[in-house]
């Protein structure tokens, strides 16, 4: 584990994340992912809780999970780790392709418009 401290620039950033073997984002309460978004779309693959908005986000072909205990998270880390890594790149990159920030947006003004009962919000555009 190598931590950087602060990374300044979203080129750098970018870059760091990209070079990581793995991201982890562990916590069963994640609602949006954000984190799991930005790590997917790097190419870089996610291990996270088998519950919560974090685990909607990752599939097969881009990460795994686990209970949210550390060896079980531990051992999907393992064996995301023994699985071939640029399928796990790519396909990282695909998933995060799936969530463009109009979808994210979208759906949560629909949600909002069911609940309150408006319509007509405005639509979020890519």
Do not use: K
């Not at 401290?5 to 916590?27: K, Q, T, Y």
């Not at 790519?90 to 009962?117: K, N």
């Amino acid at each position: 584990v190598t931590f950087h401290g602060f990374v300044a620039g979203r080129d750098a950033l970018r870059r760091r994340i990209a070079e990581a073997d793995v991201a982890l984002s562990v916590c069963p309460g994640e609602t949006f992912g954000l984190a799991v978004l930005e790590a997917l779309a790097c190419g870089t693959p996610v291990v996270t809780a088998d519950r919560g908005g974090a685990r909607e986000l990752v599939d097969v072909t881009s990460g795994g999970w686990a209970a949210p205990y550390p060896v079980a998270l531990a051992d999907a880390v393992l064996d995301l780790a023994a699985r071939p890594r640029e399928h796990l790149r790519a396909g990282a990159r695909r998933r995060a392709e799936r969530y463009p920030w109009s979808a994210a947006t979208d759906a949560m003004l629909a949600v909002h418009a069911e609940v309150t009962g408006l319509t007509g919000l405005v639509r979020a555009t890519a």
